[in-house]
């Protein structure tokens, strides 16, 4: 096992978080541009509105509970139709999200509203974050446009898995 010091702690937390940022991007880029649209039932976010909502939670909570780290917060359900653009957001709010709980961490600072702990940051946004992952799959599902375990499994759970990223 490896050393178990906090600081190594610290960086298998922060590790978890990076990968559950490239699980999601992995899935979004396993998916064609047009599936980004589609909406499990009339009246429900699509895809699409999914991610923008993911990046929107990891920004709002880190202008809420690290304001000296806040970057703009976007429009919450806002429709997606390129593919690129949403990595990168993606990629700059797990950005946000990383250095927030480092940030308060490291200086012994409380969160400010939200969270007994800063690593509960990571772990809430872990949580939710599968949550929408299942509901964008079961979306794929409802729409006869399912991604085969063979070809999602690696980018997701392989992700988790593997000892040497």
Do not use: C
């Amino acid at each position: 096992m490896p050393n178990s010091s906090p600081e190594n702690l610290l960086v298998s937390l922060a590790d978890s978080w990076d990968r559950n940022n490239t699980i999601l991007v992995n899935l979004l880029r396993a998916l064609p541009e047009e599936a980004l649209a589609l909406r499990p039932v009339e009246g429900s976010p699509s895809i699409g509105e999914l991610f923008s909502h993911i990046h929107y939670v990891r920004l709002v909570f880190v202008s809420e509970d690290v304001p000296e780290l806040a970057r703009p917060v976007p429009e919450e359900w806002v429709e997606v139709h390129n593919r690129d653009h949403m990595a990168k957001m993606l990629n700059e709010s797990a950005q946000a999200v990383r250095e927030a709980v480092q940030h308060r961490l490291q200086s012994g600072r409380e969160m400010d509203v939200h969270y007994d702990h800063p690593i509960l940051l990571f772990q809430h946004m872990i949580w939710h974050e599968g949550y929408h992952h299942g509901q964008i799959k079961l979306t794929l599902k409802l729409a006869g446009q399912p991604i085969p375990n063979k070809d999602i499994g690696p980018l997701t759970w392989r992700v988790w898995m593997n000892k040497n990223k």
